[in-house]
């Protein structure tokens, strides 16, 4: 949705939908001015998703994780306490158990889990572009629609159904909506898969 309005209208529409399915029904409304995370593209998303379950948390993303997380908790009937919810899934991250579940769901799937185990196994990009600020100053705003299209032009989705996705490409943003970024001279990174 382009606005707040419009996703209030989406969020009611579901909860209907919720109401008719008589199933218990809560939507979250996120701001989406910029993307989740620091990452947009398949392996660099993965591997940060289990940097956030090593405990290495993007605040945007943890806030989302324990937010959802904790209403999905209330929904499977474990706990109306969301803030006891959201600190028990925040133990879950801390103790291990939530890695070593999501092992197990990748074994479970015959999938190579000793990528979680060893991120720099997963392919990187043949080509990396460091691109710097020529200005002093703080990231007044950040296109999520655009920075999506890149990487999309990257190779990172598809413009249409048969495209193959390059699961190595992507976008990563060291830099959030409010960050300070000082002014640097440009620099050119080249790597060769």
Same mark, same amino acid.
């Given at each position: 949705m382009k606005n707040k309005e419009d996703a209030v209208k989406l969020s009611n529409c579901m909860k209907n939908i919720g109401k008719l399915?008589? /199933?218990?029904?809560?939507? #979250? !409304?996120?701001?989406m001015d910029e993307p989740l995370g620091k990452t947009v593209g398949?392996?660099?998303? +993965? #591997?940060?998703? #289990?940097?956030?379950?090593?405990?290495?948390?993007?605040?945007? +993303? /943890?806030? #989302?994780? @324990?937010? !959802?997380?904790?209403?999905?908790m209330k929904l499977a009937g474990k706990s109306n306490d969301l803030e006891k919810n959201r600190k028990?899934? @925040?133990?879950? !991250? &801390?103790?291990? &158990?939530a890695l070593e579940k999501f092992k197990e769901l990748v074994k479970r799937q015959n999938g190579d889990f000793s990528y979680i185990e060893n991120i720099? &196994?997963?392919?990187?990009? &043949?080509? !990396?572009l460091e691109v710097v600020s020529d200005i002093n100053g703080y990231v007044n705003r950040i296109n999520a629609q655009n920075v999506g299209e890149i990487s999309r032009e990257l190779g990172a989705g598809r413009f249409k159904k048969t495209d193959k996705i390059d699961h190595a490409v992507g976008i990563v943003l060291?830099? /959030?909506?409010?960050?300070y970024v000082k002014k640097r001279r440009y620099t050119w990174i080249y790597t060769c898969k």
């Amino acid at each position: 949705m382009k606005n707040k309005e419009d996703a209030v209208k989406l969020s009611n529409c579901m909860k209907n939908i919720g109401k008719l399915s008589e /199933k218990e029904t809560i939507c #979250i !409304i996120t701001n989406m001015d910029e993307p989740l995370g620091k990452t947009v593209g398949n392996t660099l998303e +993965v #591997i940060e998703a #289990i940097e956030f379950l090593n405990g290495n948390m993007q605040e945007d +993303v /943890k806030e #989302i994780v @324990l937010t !959802i997380g904790s209403y999905m908790m209330k929904l499977a009937g474990k706990s109306n306490d969301l803030e006891k919810n959201r600190k028990e899934i @925040l133990e879950t !991250i &801390k103790t291990g &158990k939530a890695l070593e579940k999501f092992k197990e769901l990748v074994k479970r799937q015959n999938g190579d889990f000793s990528y979680i185990e060893n991120i720099n &196994k997963f392919p990187r990009a &043949k080509y !990396i572009l460091e691109v710097v600020s020529d200005i002093n100053g703080y990231v007044n705003r950040i296109n999520a629609q655009n920075v999506g299209e890149i990487s999309r032009e990257l190779g990172a989705g598809r413009f249409k159904k048969t495209d193959k996705i390059d699961h190595a490409v992507g976008i990563v943003l060291e830099r /959030k909506v409010g960050d300070y970024v000082k002014k640097r001279r440009y620099t050119w990174i080249y790597t060769c898969k």
